[in-house]
């Protein structure tokens, strides 16, 4: 598969601090990286990560839920922003509402998202917690695309996480926030270059040789 060269203009969603959204503004500072953060975007106006965007030359701006009588309205008003920036591919970061799939279906195959656990498992909130009370021994992150069903979407990366026998929800999800810096990046890099493909609900890479695999483990 052919690489394009052209940076892929990126919009980065966010409704609080953003720190995927920082993870990912830097690894674009890289100018080989085949995408550009051109636009972070928040449903809430008092959201952390606005000032990060801003003090990083990052335009931002904030579409405000609250004052849309439907989801519906809100994605327009959203949809016009991200037209007017001319962006390519969106990567959801800690963005705390649910899409319509008319929404979604606009940028399929062009959205991503990461989930702090290793899906199918605990797909929604409190995953550490969770994970923790059922004592796996395993547990970590998923960076994949966006479909209609909440968390759910072809898998494009993973990072496994020892969960220790200390842990609390708060450490656990400090280690794993560690590896979601590290894939979430990969991920963008992998799609904005044009080396993923997805067939039925499988993702391929085309990764050149050297290439970081899809499935991280930090302890092996």
Known sequence: MQTNCRRKRTAV?????????????????????????????????EAAGLAFARANDVACAAVDHKIYAG?????????????????????????????????????QGRMLNIHPALLPAYRGLDTHARALADGVKIHGCTAHFVVPAMDEGPIVAQAAVAVLDGDTPETLAARVLEQEHLIYPAALERLAAGRLRIEGNRVYSDDPEGAPPALRNPEA
């Open 13 to 45: 969603l966010i409704s609080g601090r953003g720190s995927n959204m920082q993870a990912l503004v830097e690894r674009a500072r890289v100018p080989s990286f085949p995408a550009e953060i051109a636009l972070v975007l928040s449903n809430r106006p």
């Open 71 to 107: 989801r519906e309205e809100f994605e327009r008003s959203m949809q016009a922003l991200l037209e007017l920036h001319r962006i390519e591919i969106i990567c959801l970061a800690g963005f705390m509402r649910l899409l319509t799939p008319s929404f979604i279906g606009q940028w």
